[in-house]
């Protein structure tokens, strides 16, 4: 897999994602541990993870990224929804399980958070998280998110439904827990 490095870490790296990517990304993506935490429902093959990365990774209304430990795919990380006139967006990340507890969602999260508001010249970041997945609840509140609201039963998982979190981070929230 190739190495552009977009936005370097201390542990991990955020690259481009490239069309060599997409048979990792299939793979995990149809992990259990990483579909049902982030939503999905239903299997995803090499067509689907193909127009998946010609329709929204590379288009120009997000920013979708691969995140890599030691030169590695660990997971992705991606700004969707961009408002330019609201300066908003929303952020969404997965991490391989294999590679879980280590961190690399807090930096990688944490980097684009920074990008987002020193290059994009967003205002607000938005994520939304299901009650049960607690391992990015804590992510978000560790990078500053706070939970501003729950949309009740508003998704379907494992045969029951499941409360949503809604975060937000303010750019001088941000900002001042930088300083």
Known sequence: MPDSTFLP???????PIEEDDLEYLRDAINDPAIWRPIGGSRPINRTQEQEFFE???CADDGV??????????VGTIGLREIDWEAGRG???YWIDPDEHGQGYGTEATELMVAYAFDQLGLHRIEAHVFEFNEASQRLLESVGFAREGTSRESEFVDGEYHDTHWYGLLEDEWRDRQS
């Open 55 to 57: 329709n929204v990774v």
């Open 90 to 92: 929303e952020i969404g």
């Open 64 to 73: 979708h990224l691969l995140i890599t430990a030691d030169g590695e795919p």
């Open 9 to 15: 870490g201390d542990r991990v790296d955020l690259r």
